[in-house]
């Protein structure tokens, strides 16, 4: 089963609309901890999940993806 998180991003310090933070995200929690690359020192994954983050208009519509998909999440 899949952990989920999902939570509203706050706005940045140069940000001063509300373009944005009226969104709300779920990304998946990281099934495999990050590798470095020997050769470069860059970190790295194979978990692909890891590089998905969905957008979402209200909590309800990200808590009802989430459920829909049998995925555990976390607000």
Known sequence: M???RIYRPGRTA???GVAKA???ILEFAPATPRQIDPLMGWTGSGDMRAQVRLSFANKEEAVAYAE???LTYQI
């Open 2 to 4: 899949s952990m989920a």
């Open 14 to 16: 140069t940000q001063s």
């Open 22 to 24: 009226k969104l709300w």
């Open 68 to 70: 829909r998909n049998g």
